[in-house]
Every structure is written in C-alpha cells, then in structure tokens.
C-alpha cells in the first residue's frame, strides 16, 4: 500500500518540526550576533541606537544572549520533559515580543516609504512576509 504524500508532509509542518525549526532559528541567530555582529540582532540593536542613543554593542550582546537562551529552551523542550512548561512560555512569549519588536523596528520604523521606487517595494514585501511567516510558525506552536 502507498503512503500518502500529504501525510508526510504533514510531518514536516508539525508542531515539533515548528518548534525545532524556530529553536534552530534562534540559536543561530544568538550565535551570529556574538560571532560576527551581523544579522537581524545587529539590524535591531544598530536602529535602536540610532532612535534612543546608547550603547548598540551592548545592544547586540542582550539580544545575542535573549535569542540564544531562548532558542536553546526550545530546542531542550523537545528532547526533555524536565523543563517546566511555564518556562517554555515564558520563552515563547520573550521570542513573540522580540519578533513583533523586530517587525515593527526594521519594516516599519526604518523604512522611508517615500524613497522606495518599484524594486524596494517588492524587497520590503519579501522581508515583511517572511517575517510575518516566522511570526505565524511561533503562534503556531505555543498553542
């Protein structure tokens, strides 16, 4: 009998590929931010120095840290039972907060909309909508 290639795929879409996925995500992220000070952490941390003043090294090194810690809650949820739920949403609801921050700061605050011709528009779509398709996955599997 054949599988059904729907029921693979749903595999791939589940809850816990979800949470690997965005766990692996965010890890990645705290690690770039501490390595090589490049990425969304530094994008975030750059334009809130440049709105509030301040320190972006600094910045980038507690966003480094927050998205490491989290992503490293996720990814341990899913192979132990031993950390509490409370924390895994307390996790998940720092990354939400960061990822509407993250929205909010660099696709909408920073854009000068009326400098942006034909191309720009379809970039910024591009990185509105795959921001808002990271947002969507984090909904996802905190339910």
């Known amino acids: 009998m054949a599988k059904d290639p729907k029921a693979s795929l749903q595999k791939v879409a589940s809850k816990p590929v979800l949470q690997l996925l965005i766990a692996l995500l965010f890890i990645s992220m705290g690690i770039i931010g501490f390595t090589s000070g490049r990425g969304l ?21 507690l966003i ?6 989290c992503g490293l809650f996720l990814g341990a949820q899913l192979i ?11 996790a998940l609801t720092s990354i939400i907060i960061f990822w509407l921050a993250l929205i909010v700061i660099l696709d909408v ?23 808002l398709i990271v947002l969507a996955s984090i909904v996802q599997i905190q339910k």
């Open 41 to 61: 952490g530094n994008q975030i941390s750059r334009e809130l120095s440049n709105m509030f003043g301040g320190d972006s090294e600094l910045l980038l090194i």
């Open 64 to 69: 480094s840290t927050l998205e490491l810690i």
């Open 80 to 90: 132990t039972k031993a950390i509490p739920e409370k924390t895994v949403k307390l």
């Open 109 to 131: 605050l920073t854009i000068d909309f009326g400098r942006m011709s034909g191309n720009d528009w379809f970039t910024w779509i591009e990185q509105v909508v795959l921001h």
